[in-house]
């Protein structure tokens, strides 16, 4: 079955320091990935998603950059926080439309990691 | 772009008694439609979605209707249990297989009172 894994759970870091959030999938081949923030009241707001190894879109501007060096490990860093990077943040996995022939190939579900929770003061 | 409304944003309901909650969405090409469901502290897990070609979808005490005309979807639980309080979240998005699919709703927080 597929896992998804994403740590650390909580992390609370100093504005200007730099961060490192990882996600790695289990189970699959060529996932999408995606990371996503939660910011109360605000739903959830897609950052940044990747259709495979190096490949890395970007859905808003801001202080995070995104990279997949592997095939089901997905990261998110910053190389200086500001206060307005906290927040809940959320890695997800799908599977790739036309990809892999299993009752997920069609739904578009998204399956989301336990999400990790960054405090900057 | 997409854009999805969703309301209330937090509801409050007797434990037996049912919850709705409402979506709106703006792009007419849109056509598949999940709900998920946020328990604290977890990452969201999809519960039902309707695709646009269905108005009315069931699983056991969860159903999702669908206006395409008004472009607005509704989740309804009956029965309502404890278990059930958590953060509901609806989305919509044009299934093509592109990788950017979902626009979620700014998300409803049901508590169910025993």
């Known amino acids: 079955s597929q896992t998804i894994h994403q740590w650390p759970a909580t992390l609370v870091q100093p504005v200007g320091s730099p961060l490192s959030l990882e996600c790695t999938v289990e189970?699959?081949?060529?996932?999408?990935l995606y990371w996503y923030r939660q910011a109360a009241g605000r739903g959830l707001q897609l950052l940044f998603y990747?259709?495979?190894?190096?490949?890395i879109s970007s859905e808003v501007p801001q202080n995070l950059s995104a990279s997949r060096p592997q095939d089901r490990q997905f990261i998110l860093s910053s190389k200086k926080l500001l206060l307005s990077d906290s927040g809940f943040y959320l890695c997800?996995?799908?599977?790739?439309?036309?990809?892999?022939?299993?009752?997920?190939?069609?739904?578009?579900?998204?399956?989301f990691g336990e999400g990790s929770r960054l405090t900057v003061l | 772009g997409e854009n999805v409304e969703q309301h209330p944003s937090t509801l409050s309901v007797q434990e037996g008694d049912s919850a709705v909650i409402k979506c709106t969405y703006s792009?007419?090409?849109?056509?598949?439609f999940p709900w998920y469901k946020q328990e604290l502290g977890k990452g969201p897990q999809l519960i039902i979605d309707?695709?646009?070609?269905?108005g009315e979808k069931k699983d056991q005490r969860i159903a999702v209707t669908l206006n395409k005309t008004a472009k607005h979807f509704s989740l309804h639980i009956t029965e309502t249990q404890p278990e059930d309080s958590a953060v509901y979240f609806c989305?919509?998005?044009?299934?093509?297989?592109?990788?950017?699919?979902?626009?979620f709703g700014s998300g409803t927080q049901l508590t169910v009172l025993p």
């Open positions: 792009d007419s090409a849109s056509n598949y």
């Open positions: 309707i695709r646009s070609n269905v």
């Open positions: 990747s259709v495979g190894i190096g490949q």
């Open positions: 189970g699959t081949s060529n996932p999408n």
């Open positions: 997800a996995w799908s599977v790739q439309i036309g990809g892999l022939a299993t009752k997920f190939a069609n739904t578009g579900e998204l399956f």
């Open positions: 989305a919509a998005a044009i299934h093509s297989g592109s990788a950017r699919q979902l626009t």
